[in-house]
């Protein structure tokens, strides 16, 4: 059984841990980003339709700011930041079924005009003519400039990497540099897989961009047998 090497910030890293291990997986939990709060000011409620949560850490870190929006509908991703969004107090929490794009589609569609979207200092600008997309960063996630002794040794064991984001999968590719031809990655989306970029041994997609099947993904990476 290779190891699993989770690479996403907490408390996330520890729930897809525990997942792994009830599938009878071997997680090895190396964070690359560590994720603050940052200050910010709200705009008036008024003014927005809805609320966009592209990840569960704008509903984590962003505060007591977020309080008067909380009878806004909220959109969200996935079922993480569903989650986070109903523990925050959102009374009306409406998930995606896809990316960022597929859920201004699917909000374009329900007749939202005008959204307020809480996220992270770094963010994918995501478009969609006629929505007007307000963005205020409330978090930011701090990366990390080394791999852990932890994640060198479950590489050397030959672990399957574990990208949930874009952003993750491009620090560690520069983390690795050249040295990444024997790694296999287990990524969320094409978004991610494309993020990570060329070199790895190889680069499986999960069914769908949830942690879910990201693990049923993983599962089968690890059981492959030893070089």
């Not at 525990?18 to 603050?36: D, S």
């Not at 790895?200 to 879910?212: I, L, N, T, Y």
Request: glycine content about 8%; overall charge negative.
């Amino acid at each position: 059984m290779r190891p699993l090497l989770i690479l996403r910030p907490e408390p996330g890293a520890g729930e897809t841990a525990a997942r792994a291990r009830a599938l009878g997986l071997e997680p090895v939990i190396t964070p690359l980003f560590e994720v603050r709060p940052i200050a910010w000011s709200a705009p008036e409620p008024v003014a927005y339709d809805a609320v966009m949560l592209t990840s569960a850490n704008a509903a984590r870190h962003g505060g007591d700011g977020l309080s008067p929006f909380l009878t806004l509908p909220c959109w969200t991703v996935g079922e993480a930041s569903a989650e986070e969004a109903v523990a925050r107090g959102f009374a009306d929490v409406r998930t995606g079924l896809g990316d960022g794009a597929a859920l201004l589609d699917t909000m374009a569609e329900a007749g939202v005009r005008a959204i307020f979207h809480p996220c992270g200092l770094d963010h994918l600008p995501l478009a969609h003519p006629p929505l007007r997309i307000d963005r205020i960063a409330v978090y930011e996630a701090q990366a990390t400039q080394l791999l852990s002794p932890a994640a060198l040794a479950a590489l050397d064991a030959g672990a399957v990497a574990l990208l949930h984001s874009p952003r993750a999968a491009r620090q560690f590719a520069s983390l690795l540099g050249k040295c990444r031809a024997e790694v296999r990655i287990a990524a969320l989306s094409e978004a991610v897989a494309q993020a990570a970029g060329d070199g790895w041994r190889s680069v499986a997609v999960a069914e769908a961009p949830r942690d879910a099947a990201l693990l049923e993904l993983a599962a089968k990476l690890c059981q492959t047998p030893p070089d």
